[in-house]
């Protein structure tokens, strides 16, 4: 149980670390932590089955990345994954999950689709201890109120071509379009890696950070965090054997 809202530091991680993501947004914020590790780029099919809610999907795509690392970690050691979708919501109250836009166009739908409401953005994160073959899941919500932007701002934005590689076909992070009207939750979940969970995670296996998470986390991002203390006071039913 984490006791207290801030993490412990510790001593440098001596276990090998893996972060199983091609992605450039997750390698920045795992760097943050000063956490040595290789990165394991893998491919899995990400298509929603059908009828499958966001936080179930997220869960089954996490998993499936950090199990299809397993082959290619050479030195035994923690493998994290992470898998993050937007989920959009019908008048109706039922769930879209949104992914990475295949064309400017459908890019250019999915933002004008999302703006001027609110929408999720869930991650689920997964580790693997390869030795003892423990696995941990976690996973983060985040409500994202989108500003009411116009056609020409997401023409603008579309024709940068950022949106490509980005599911909903935005980056929160992005200066000149700067998408969200404000928040109140984890930001780092919705770039793509929610570090304090992955942190409580590790803490879990034992792996304490070296720095103060919360903070290097809000400096880098220049975000006050408004939740970190509860993530992080939060006790190990939080964090799941898979």
């Given at each position: 149980?984490?006791?207290?809202?801030?993490?412990?530091?510790?001593?440098?991680?001596?276990?090998?670390?893996?972060?199983?993501?091609?992605?450039?947004?997750?390698?920045?914020?795992?760097?943050?932590?000063?956490?040595?590790?290789?990165?394991?780029?893998?491919?899995?099919?990400?298509?929603?089955?059908?009828?499958?809610?966001?936080?179930?999907?997220?869960?089954?795509?996490?998993?499936?990345?950090?199990?299809?690392?397993?082959?290619?970690?050479?030195?035994?050691?923690?493998?994290?994954?992470?898998?993050?979708?937007?989920?959009?919501?019908?008048?109706?109250?039922?769930?879209?999950?949104?992914?990475?836009?295949?064309?400017s166009a459908e890019?250019?739908?999915?933002?004008?689709?999302?703006?001027?409401?609110?929408?999720?953005?869930?991650?689920?994160?997964?580790?693997?201890?390869?030795?003892?073959?423990?696995?941990?899941?976690?996973s983060c919500t985040?409500?994202?109120?989108?500003?009411?932007?116009?056609?020409?701002?997401?023409?603008?934005?579309?024709?940068?071509?950022?949106?490509?590689?980005?599911?909903?076909?935005?980056?929160?992070?992005?200066?000149?379009?700067?998408?969200?009207?404000?928040?109140?939750?984890?930001?780092?979940?919705?770039?793509?890696?929610?570090?304090?969970?992955?942190?409580?995670?590790?803490?879990?296996?034992?792996?304490?950070?070296?720095?103060?998470?919360?903070?290097?986390?809000?400096?880098?991002?220049?975000?006050?965090?408004?939740?970190?203390?509860?993530?992080?006071?939060?006790?190990?039913?939080?964090?799941?054997?898979?």
């Amino acid at each position: 149980m984490l006791e207290s809202p801030d993490i412990v530091l510790g001593e440098p991680v001596e276990i090998q670390l893996y972060l199983a993501s091609s992605s450039p947004r997750r390698k920045e914020l795992l760097s943050l932590l000063s956490w040595e590790y290789n990165q394991l780029p893998v491919q899995v099919d990400e298509t929603p089955l059908s009828g499958e809610e966001g936080a179930f999907y997220v869960k089954r795509i996490s998993s499936c990345k950090v199990l299809s690392a397993i082959n290619r970690a050479g030195v035994p050691g923690v493998i994290i994954a992470a898998d993050t979708a937007v989920i959009d919501f019908d008048v109706n109250g039922g769930e879209r999950i949104l992914g990475k836009p295949p064309t400017s166009a459908e890019a250019a739908e999915m933002l004008r689709n999302l703006r001027g409401h609110t929408h999720q953005v869930i991650t689920a994160v997964s580790l693997l201890n390869t030795e003892s073959g423990t696995m941990l899941g976690d996973s983060c919500t985040t409500d994202v109120p989108m500003r009411s932007y116009r056609d020409d701002e997401i023409d603008d934005y579309v024709a940068t071509g950022d949106p490509l590689d980005k599911a909903g076909a935005y980056a929160i992070q992005n200066a000149s379009f700067h998408p969200v009207e404000s928040l109140k939750g984890c930001y780092a979940n919705v770039m793509g890696l929610p570090l304090c969970h992955l942190a409580r995670s590790l803490l879990r296996l034992g792996i304490q950070p070296g720095v103060d998470v919360p903070q290097v986390c809000q400096a880098a991002l220049k975000y006050n965090c408004p939740v970190y203390r509860g993530i992080l006071s939060a006790t190990d039913r939080d964090v799941q054997l898979i």
